[in-house]
């Protein structure tokens, strides 16, 4: 079954960093993490990969049960299932998405996926699972903004664009989805 959280900003609101404890469902301080940095291919989206880094680490995980993974080499079906969570960081959704599918990490993240995997996305990271672009992950059968100064209600997906702030996260366990924030 999918488990997702597509955010703005990462756990920047409590409520988000806890519905992600709760999704990953088990002690971080056992929990591996995949830290994808890809996306940040300019200076202020890799000024803020410290911050997601730091997402991880205050919710419990151990710095050594965090691995960096920037797409830039083959990774197998069985090494990606050593990891309880892949988080996607932010900058540019293209860019990110043409790295995910030319690298062939997005067919063993799919099934990943539907094992059990956790998917966290922020800011591009989430993006890439929405409607948003063509040929996108599949997961967000609607359009994503971020970073919205206003955000839809929490509660049940509006029928269009989702529109989140940077307190706010899109929350999906199989085919239940909800803003949360």
């Known amino acids: 079954m999918k488990r997702l959280l597509l955010t703005s900003a990462g756990f920047e609101n409590p409520a988000v960093r806890k519905s992600f404890l709760e999704l990953l469902g088990r002690e971080p ?68 998405l043409e790295r995910v599918r030319a690298s062939g990490f997005v067919e063993i993240l799919d099934r990943a996926l539907e094992r059990g995997l956790l998917y966290v996305g922020v800011s591009a990271g989430s993006i890439i699972a929405a409607r948003n672009l063509p040929d996108n992950l599949g997961c967000l059968p609607r359009r994503l903004e971020v970073h919205c100064e206003a955000g839809s209600p929490e ?21 239940e989805q909800e803003i949360i924030g």
């Open 29 to 96: 301080k056992r929990a591996r993490a995949l830290f994808i940095p890809t996306a940040a291919i300019d200076e202020d989206a890799r000024a803020v990969l410290p911050k997601c880094r730091n997402d991880l680490l205050n919710a419990g995980f151990p710095e050594g049960n965090i691995t960096v993974y920037d797409l830039d080499r083959p990774m197998t079906e069985k090494e990606l299932s050593c990891y309880d969570t892949v988080y996607f960081c932010g900058g540019s959704a293209e860019y990110l």
């Open 155 to 175: 509660g049940s997906l509006p029928r269009e664009t989702v529109r989140l702030t940077n307190a706010q996260a899109v929350r999906i366990v199989g085919d």
